[in-house]
Structures are given as structure tokens and as C-alpha cells.
């Protein structure tokens, strides 16, 4: 997909994009590009690709949650190179977004991009996600909370939930979600306050695979003892 296929591809599904923001995506390549050859960000680095199965992946999820309700949260749990957060807060500037990620170099490439592209309201944490989400200055208080993994959706929940507010949506971007892994994590989502709302499947252009946009809503407050000490939640999901 190059950017003149991306520009169209959106317009088709009713998102209009800029000069502007067509420039900020041209120097979040660049920049993706120049910093992975220091450290690994992603293993999809050719132009098209990620077009493809970065820019317009994270993009999605704007297809099925209304982020246009003036000034809102996100937060992004372990958003790696910045997926899918600041794709979404390219397309949807008035979007407050907060980026928790544990690897510090991350987050100094991250802060590097922001500046770049001249990107305001955007705010980053070296944490880890389980520390952060005990953290009373952000325990339940986001809008939407992100994450864009491969991990199993028990886990993910356990991350992510506690940062929810009551009202708000997690909303889990997936390559692939199995009949089982969902059954499995009913118990955490609704152990954590969550109400598992739609699971939406739909494939990428050009035949890059299916995807899952997975929109959980925060119905009750989690239990105060999650989430777990880090690490926990990954050696034993709930």
C-alpha cells in the first residue's frame, strides 16, 4: 500500500486525511526507519508494509469507536513504536494520548517522533503496565485504553482494564482471536469490571490477513489487587 493507496483507501471508509497528515505519516517513516537501524522498533520496515500493516492496522480502530466526542483519553499499553496511538492521534488530533511502554529506548525514540511531527497532547511513561495500572494517578481514568498484541486476551484484560474508567472502552487490536481464547478470558474481563461488547473481524487490503478489533466495556470497577506484581499476570493469566 503506498501512501497515494492509503490516502484512498481511507477516503473510502469515510476518513478524509490531509496534506498535513500525510506529511506527519511520511516523517513517521522516515524516522521509524532511521531509529530501527539503532534499535529494534518492528520488524516491518519496507514503505508499503508499513503503510500497510502499521499506519493504516492501527487506523482501524477508528472504524468502529467515535473518537471525535471532543477532548478524550487513550492510553496505550506496550505501544512498541507507537501503534496504534499515534497513527490515531495523527487522524484524530484532538485525542489525549498517554503511552506507557517498559523499554526506555522506546520511549525516547517515541518522545523524538512526537516532536517531529509537531504532535501535542501526547504524554509518555517508562512503566510497566502492571505498576502503572496501580498507579492512582492513572487507575481507571481513561476514556479508551488501547493495546495492539499478540498476547492472550486474559492477559491483556489484567493490563488494561484497571486503566479504563467506569463507562470507558478497552479496545484490543488483534491478528487473530480464537473461539477458545475468548472463553478463556470471559472469567478476567468480567473479574476485572469489563463486558466483552463486539468482537469485529474484518480483513486488511491487499490480502494482508485477518484482524479483530475487540471492544470491551469498563462496567464495574476492578478489584483493587489487580493489576498483579509484574510478570504475574503473564505466568499465571487469570
Known amino acids: 500500500m503506498n501512501p497515494e493507496e492509503f490516502k484512498q483507501a481511507l477516503h473510502d471508509k469515510g476518513i478524509d486525511i490531509t496534506?498535513?497528515?500525510?506529511?506527519?505519516?511520511?516523517?513517521?517513516?522516515?524516522?521509524?526507519?532511521?531509529?530501527?537501524?539503532?534499535?529494534?522498533?518492528?520488524?516491518?520496515?519496507?514503505?508499503?508494509?508499513?503503510?500497510?500493516?502499521?499506519?493504516?492496522?492501527?487506523?482501524?480502530?477508528?472504524?468502529?469507536?467515535?473518537?471525535?466526542?471532543?477532548?478524550q483519553s487513550l492510553c496505550d499499553v506496550g505501544a512498541?513504536?507507537?501503534?496504534?496511538?499515534?497513527?490515531?492521534?495523527i487522524i484524530f488530533p484532538q485525542l489525549e494520548v498517554t503511552i506507557v511502554d517498559?523499554?526506555?529506548?522506546?520511549?525516547?525514540?517515541?518522545?523524538?517522533?512526537?516532536?517531529?511531527?509537531?504532535?501535542?497532547?501526547?504524554?509518555?511513561?517508562?512503566?510497566?503496565a502492571e505498576t502503572f495500572g496501580?498507579?492512582?494517578?492513572?487507575?481507571?481514568?481513561?476514556?479508551?485504553?488501547?493495546?495492539?498484541?499478540?498476547?492472550?486476551?486474559?492477559?491483556?484484560?489484567?493490563l488494561c482494564l484497571p486503566l479504563v474508567k467506569k463507562g470507558g472502552i478497552f479496545i484490543a487490536l488483534k491478528a487473530s482471536n480464537s473461539d477458545q481464547e475468548?472463553?478463556?478470558?470471559?472469567?478476567?474481563i468480567t473479574t476485572l469490571g469489563g463486558k466483552i461488547r463486539e468482537d469485529y473481524i474484518f480483513e486488511l487490503p491487499k490480502e494482508a490477513g485477518e484482524r479483530h478489533i475487540l471492544l470491551i466495556d469498563k462496567k464495574k470497577e476492578t478489584p483493587?489487587?489487580?493489576?498483579?506484581?509484574p510478570g504475574t499476570p503473564n505466568k499465571s493469566p487469570l
Not at 472504524?63 to 466526542?69: I, T
Not at 492513572?138 to 493495546?147: H, K, W, Y
Not at 475468548?182 to 478476567?188: F, L, V
Open 80 to 89: 512498541g513504536a507507537g501503534f496504534p496511538s499515534i497513527p490515531l492521534k
Open 224 to 229: 483493587k489487587k489487580f493489576p498483579r506484581k
Open 182 to 188: 475468548m472463553q478463556e478470558s470471559q472469567k478476567a
Open 19 to 71: 496534506e498535513k497528515q500525510m506529511q506527519q505519516f511520511d516523517d513517521y517513516l522516515r524516522l521509524l526507519q532511521e531509529w530501527n537501524e539503532k534499535i529494534n522498533l518492528t520488524a516491518i520496515t519496507e514503505k508499503e508494509e508499513v503503510y500497510l500493516k502499521h499506519f493504516y492496522d492501527s487506523i482501524t480502530a477508528g472504524l468502529y469507536v467515535d473518537f471525535n466526542k471532543g477532548v
Open 134 to 158: 496501580q498507579n492512582k494517578q492513572f487507575r481507571e481514568s481513561f476514556d479508551f485504553v488501547t493495546a495492539r498484541a499478540v498476547a492472550r486476551m486474559s492477559v491483556l484484560a489484567e
Open 102 to 128: 517498559s523499554l526506555n529506548k522506546r520511549i525516547q525514540f517515541l518522545t523524538t517522533l512526537a516532536e517531529t511531527l509537531a504532535l501535542e497532547g501526547v504524554h509518555f511513561y517508562h512503566d510497566r
